[in-house]
């Protein structure tokens, strides 16, 4: 969904109190985009803690203006068989004050929202920054994954640069787990897009497919 007013510091506008009629034009004009394109899924943004203020002081506020954002988001997704993902932001490195920072945060405010239209979009960058335990946490959010995002930590490049996480070991647990979505690479390439692709076809081949992901026994 649309950011808001970049220039004055927002990052998305659902949780951001004084900014409800902002947040619903922003996401009319996001279903209008998603509908043209086809795509079935919109990432609703939930914004940064305002500047001058608090975290702890206004994080009632914002929780409430969220719930109330996300219910009017889960109808109108409705009428157009959409999903709405809500992503934490981890606030150690990449933004201090963006409102949703965890799993944990996400998966509660879901459940008071209540609206199964509605997802957690983990990425796992993110999601280790903050955590950690990430096989768990897999586990433990599996049902209420909509989308899975990916980038080696701590650098935010490809998954065979070096770093924390051992990407075959969770793309064999996500397959396990029966996660039959798209996994989207949110990293930043060392190098040109098909260059930084190579540890893809690597993954591949380690495990007896065709770049492509068909099967060559099936071929």
């Not at 914002?62 to 997704?77: H, K, S």
């Not at 335990?133 to 980038?151: C, V």
């Not at 098909?194 to 099936?218: F, M, N, T």
Request: glycine share 10%; hydrophobic share 35%.
């Amino acid at each position: 969904s649309p950011p808001g007013d970049q220039e004055a510091g927002e990052l998305g506008l659902a949780a951001v109190p004084g900014r409800q009629a902002a947040f619903r034009q922003a996401l009319e004009a996001a279903v209008r985009y998603a509908r043209a394109v086809g795509c079935p899924r919109i990432h609703v943004m939930a914004g940064r803690v305002p500047l001058g203020t608090d975290r702890a002081a206004v994080a009632g506020e914002m929780e409430t203006t969220f719930i109330e954002n996300l219910r009017y988001a889960a109808d109108l997704l409705s009428q157009e068989d959409m999903i709405g993902l809500l992503e934490p932001i981890n606030s150690r490195i990449t933004d201090p004050r963006y409102y949703l920072t965890t799993p944990h945060q996400a998966a509660a405010i879901l459940k008071k929202v209540g609206r199964p239209n509605l997802k957690l979009q983990l990425d796992l960058f993110h999601c280790q920054i903050m955590d950690g335990n990430l096989s768990r946490n897999l586990e433990m959010y599996f049902p209420l994954i909509g989308h899975i995002q990916i980038a080696q930590v701590p650098g935010r490049h490809e998954p065979d640069s070096p770093g924390e996480l051992n990407f075959p070991y969770i793309f064999e647990l996500l397959e396990s787990l029966g996660y039959t979505g798209y996994v989207g690479c949110k990293y930043s390439p060392k190098g040109d897009t098909l260059e930084g692709l190579g540890w893809l076809r690597s993954y591949w081949e380690s495990r007896g497919l065709q770049h492509g992901g068909s099967s060559k026994a099936a071929e």
